[in-house]
């Protein structure tokens, strides 16, 4: 009796150690492949980034643009995907914090010119 709860026991914990997680990383593959949209970021199993051009449901394969060359691979070749920014957010960030920059060097500027400026009457209070 004790020999057959032992066995339970480890196919159990068999299930949930190596068939369970096997699954939940297979649905979340299939979740992906299901989800991918002309316009979204791919990269490759080779490591090859691009973009989705094309989506052939009958070939079943993915036209990737990778800066100008338009590249055909088997939809299983997709690792991972990451989906368009339809706002464009990291290049407004970018405009954003380039202007910040921008302003910052101008109040800095506008600080040196004043202390200048003071130094320069104070230099003539002296004189008088």
Do not use: W
């Amino acid at each position: 009796m004790g020999t057959v709860l032992y066995i339970i026991v480890l196919v159990g914990l068999m299930y949930f150690m190596l068939i369970r997680p096997q699954q939940k990383r297979q649905k979340a593959t299939q979740d992906m492949m299901a989800s991918m949209a002309v316009g979204d970021t791919a990269v490759t199993i080779g490591g090859l980034h691009g973009v989705i051009a094309e989506i052939d449901e009958v070939k079943n394969t993915i036209t990737l643009n990778c800066e100008g060359v338009f590249l055909i691979f088997d939809r299983r070749a997709i690792a991972r995907t990451s989906k368009a920014d339809p706002m464009d957010t990291a290049a407004v960030n970018d405009i954003i914090s380039d202007a910040a920059e921008e302003q910052a060097h101008a109040e800095a500027s506008l600080v040196e010119d004043t202390d200048t400026t003071h130094t320069g009457d104070q230099a003539e209070d002296d004189q008088k």
